[in-house]
């Protein structure tokens, strides 16, 4: 099948099939096991939709974990791509200098938020730029202590892992990791941290979280002198899409500078366009001292970034570098992503479709119980599953059925958190599209009660 005709939905062997079932067997065999989550094999792509080894086609509500947000294969990011592929693939920008890697960092500074000088060092993956921004920060301030919340995620080596704390599965065996951060609740509406005897205002779950930040951390047993960075996700992603009240990144701030400690903000999932704004700071009014990015910035090809204020740059030569940073197609794919992007009004048409895609998604909501909650911005949205609505006890088997269900009947998700699905779909999705996806997700929900 040419890609050209990857236009709908088209399920012609119950998946896995024969062909896909073969690969699997192989990828068990050669491959360490890893989060394998659905049994689909992809082989070809194109905008919002994936053709398997069977001839099976989806409609892709996953985008590659958040990854290919312009959709598979935009014919100028694959250009652009293809035009640096025949002039220089590698030469170290860390150690030495290409015209691209300059261009991919002006591109970053000037959309990510705040009109400060900044200054960005180059990774190779989300968890990569979240080491940078911990030693940014370590170094910066010349302090070791840190603040993270619970139910974030913020990568799985040593470092960042000590941040992550949405799954036990993440730690076990793997105790300890970086000593000297502390985990403080994170304001989640639906099922909030503090909850006794049912809803509590927005505002007095901001300031609960933060009067515990200051209360028991901060004037108790975490000096502030010692505090090298508070480390959030503006809407916390595999922890479940939790988005925190609107004011609370404002009260955050006003701690962090009161106690003179970095904000940094991990917007590896969040970023890029994903919530119908660049960032999802934005939504917020808050300007990141450090900010990590990584999954769409280069459409799909593996890259990251920290981007810092210019007075946190390493002091010295020589205190953080790797070898791939910057590499150039990863660089020619940012720069050429982030003109698609303006070009196509990508965020515009996140923040559009998100909400129509959001309305129907609540449409969901009201004709099935079993949804206890539908939240999100712009295209970063989820459904949780629920036993008991009054409860709100999560349903993590009906969950999983569900994207079960979605899948046979062609339509890829991905979990989150104990019960909920994103729905995370390219931002350039249509709402025709946005509608078949709905359809199949009705369905099976119907099949899955
Ligand atoms: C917010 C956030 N930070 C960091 C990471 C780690 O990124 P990577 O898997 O590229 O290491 C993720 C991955 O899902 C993430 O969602």
């Known amino acids: 099948m040419m890609q050209e005709e990857l236009n709908g939905i088209k399920i012609k062997v119950t998946p896995p099939g024969p062909e896909a079932k073969k690969i699997i067997e192989l990828n068990d065999k050669y491959l360490a096991r890893s989060t394998q989550s659905l049994p689909v094999v992809g082989k070809l792509g194109k905008g919002v939709y994936v053709e398997d080894v069977d001839g099976n086609v989806y409609l892709d509500f996953a985008s590659g974990i958040s990854v290919t947000n312009l959709g598979h294969l935009d014919p100028y990011v694959t250009q652009k791509v293809e035009e640096q592929l025949h002039k220089l693939w590698h030469f170290p920008g860390t150690d030495f200098y290409t015209e691209m890697q300059v261009l991919a960092a002006k591109s970053l500074i000037e959309v990510t938020p705040g009109k400060f000088n900044k200054k960005v060092f180059f990774t190779n993956s989300g968890t990569e730029s979240v080491e940078a921004a911990i030693k940014i920060a370590k170094s910066y301030t010349h302090r070791e202590r840190f603040i993270g919340f619970i139910g974030a995620f913020h990568g799985r080596t040593q470092g960042s892992l000590s941040f992550t704390a949405s799954k036990p599965i993440h730690h076990k065996g793997f105790f300890p990791s970086m000593p000297g951060v502390e985990h403080v609740p994170f304001p989640n509406p639906y099922r909030n941290p503090f909850n006794i005897d049912g809803y509590e205002e927005p505002d007095e779950l901001v300031n609960r979280v933060i009067d515990y930040i200051e209360t028991y951390l901060l004037k108790t047993y975490v ?25 609370f990144f404002k009260e955050l701030r006003k701690l962090a500078d009161k106690y003179h400690i970095p904000l940094l903000i991990d917007e590896v999932q969040s970023g890029f366009g994903r919530t119908g704004k660049f960032f999802a700071s934005e939504h917020f009014g808050v300007e990141p001292d450090v900010i990590t990015l990584a999954k769409s910035i280069a459409s799909g090809i593996p890259m990251g970034a920290a981007v810092m204020k210019e007075e946190m740059n390493f002091s010295e030569n020589g205190l953080h570098s790797n070898t791939f940073g910057g590499n150039l197609i990863a660089s020619a794919a940012c720069v050429a992503t982030i003109d698609e992007m303006k070009k196509l009004n990508a965020v515009e048409n996140a923040a559009k479709q998100g909400a129509y895609m959001k309305k129907r998604l609540v449409e969901l909501q009201n004709k099935y119980n079993e949804i206890g909650d539908v939240r999100g911005l712009g295209l970063m949205l989820a459904i949780d599953f629920v036993k008991d609505r009054r409860t709100k006890e999560p349903n993590s088997k009906l969950r999983n059925d569900v994207i079960n269900n979605a899948f046979k009947n062609g339509l890829i998700l991905l979990s989150t958190g104990s019960s909920a699905i994103r729905i995370i779909p390219p931002l350039i999705i249509t709402q025709e599209q946005v509608d078949e996806g709905i359809e199949v997700l009705d369905k099976a929900i119907k099949m899955s009660k």
């Open 223 to 247: 000096p502030p002198e010692d505090v090298a960075g508070i480390l959030a996700e503006p809407i916390q992603g595999e922890g479940g899409y939790i988005v925190p009240p609107m004011n």
